[in-house]
Structure formats: structure tokens, C-alpha cells
């Protein structure tokens, strides 16, 4: 709206620019939403073991890459159980190891030579393609998610486990802490919040059920009643 009024004020058609010191509004947004637990048992009942889409799925998961790299990876980035590629948006190199069941899951299907995730004609697919191909997979299954939101819960999880910042960059390809502590800082608020909460139901206790003292009714070497 700034630059309509700039260009009514410029040919006299207002006398003043009501926009000037108006700040934009900024949208606070967490954009993709994350997998949730109900997602996963969704997808995985709609698609069996053996079909591209439950590969597909089962890689994102496992390895939280984007789908600019899920669409790359292939045979000649792995070292038997270990992946290891230069991601395309930063350039930063990540290493993965795949599960055994995962692997298993790889043999099981049908894959391309150089790209483990093809399309229907054998082919690789574009990260356009696959990001348009998985969410009609996603909304066949009943989820209403992207494969970035399936990025989002494999750190969730590896944040939840004990994964540390670094950790996670090591992984997920992130190239400054700042996105790393999105996930490791909410899990440390949920583990101290419940170490702290212990913490405190400890000191009520102490406080509303103090040990007695000798001579109150009580023996203190074997906590039974005195006939005295």
C-alpha cells in the first residue's frame, strides 16, 4: 500500500502519505507442521513394506533430508550401512547411518542405479516432482503433511532422544546452531521441566511429612508405634 500512496502523493491526487512510519505487519509462523505420532500410523497402515511410498517415507524419516537430497541419494553415496552426501542448499556435507530394517527396506524395492527413490517409470525425480508426488501419497494415507514436516519429527525425535546441537547439524545439514536449538531447546525445557517438578514434590514432601524426631511416638530404628 506504501508505494500506491507514494505514487497518489507524487501526482497530487492526496495530500499525504497516511503509510509513513506505519511498520509492516510481520505473519509469525512456524510454516511447515510437523508429523505427529498419528501421521506416521496413518501413512505406514495405507502403505506396505515393499511399495516406492513407504521407502520414501521410511528414508525422510530415517535420514531428515530435504528433498532436494532424497531425490540424489543413491548406491554410489553409500559406504554399506553409512550415507554420506554435500547437501544442495548449503553445501554442507552430512553423514547418516541407515537401520538394518531400513536397508531391508531398500532390497525389498524397487530403486534406481543412481537415485535409491524413482518414479513409477524407474526414473529420478525432480525435488518438484517428488515433493508433488509425495503429498498426493500423504493425502491418499489421510495425512494432510509434506515431506518437510516429516524432517521436522525426525528431529523432533533426535532432539527428544538426547541428540546435542551439534549432533543435529551433523545430521540435518544446518549450518549455525540457531535452527539446531529450535529442536534441542524444547526438549531440554520438557526434560528439566519434569526434573524440576520432581524436584519440587520432593520438598513439599519434606515439608508437609517431616520425619519424625525420637521421643514423638515412634522408635527410630524400627518406625513402629511405642508401647512406652
Not at 514436516?149 to 546435542?164: E, F, H, Q, W
Not at 519434606?206 to 525420637?214: G, M, V
Amino acid at each position: 500500500m506504501s508505494a500506491l500512496f507514494k505514487w497518489a502523493l507524487a501526482h497530487e491526487h492526496v495530500g499525504v502519505d497516511p503509510t509513513i512510519g506505519v511498520k509492516r505487519l510481520k505473519n509469525k509462523s512456524d510454516g511447515f507442521p510437523a508429523w505427529t505420532d498419528e501421521d506416521v500410523k496413518r501413512f505406514t497402515s495405507h502403505w506396505p513394506i515393499g511399495s516406492r511410498e513407504r521407502l520414501a517415507f521410511e528414508l525422510l524419516l530415517t535420514s531428515g533430508l530435504r528433498r532436494s537430497d532424497i531425490v540424489r541419494v543413491g548406491r554410489q553415496h553409500m559406504a554399506q550401512a553409512v550415507v554420506r552426501i554435500r547437501t544442495v542448499k548449503t553445501g554442507t556435507p552430512v553423514t547418516i547411518e541407515l537401520s538394518d530394517r531400513v536397508l531391508d527396506l531398500i532390497d525389498e524395492t524397487q530403486t534406481g542405479d543412481l537415485s535409491i527413490i524413482v518414479g513409477k517409470n524407474g526414473m529420478p525425480l525432480t525435488k518438484e516432482s517428488f515433493g508433488n508426488w509425495f503429498r498426493e501419497i500423504c493425502r491418499a494415507a489421510g495425512v494432510q503433511k509434506s515431506a518437510h514436516g516429516l524432517r521436522k519429527l525426525s528431529a523432533t525425535i533426535a532432539a527428544n532422544a538426547g541428540a546435542t546441537t551439534h549432533q543435529l547439524m551433523a545430521q540435518f545439514g544446518w549450518v549455525t546452531t540457531q535452527q539446531a536449538e529450535i529442536y534441542t531447546k524444547g526438549a531440554d525445557r520438557e526434560r528439566l521441566g519434569i526434573v524440576t517438578s520432581r524436584l519440587v514434590s520432593e520438598q513439599i514432601e519434606r515439608i508437609t511429612a517431616p520425619h519424625p524426631e525420637k521421643g514423638e511416638g515412634f522408635c527410630g530404628e524400627n518406625r513402629s508405634k511405642s508401647n512406652r
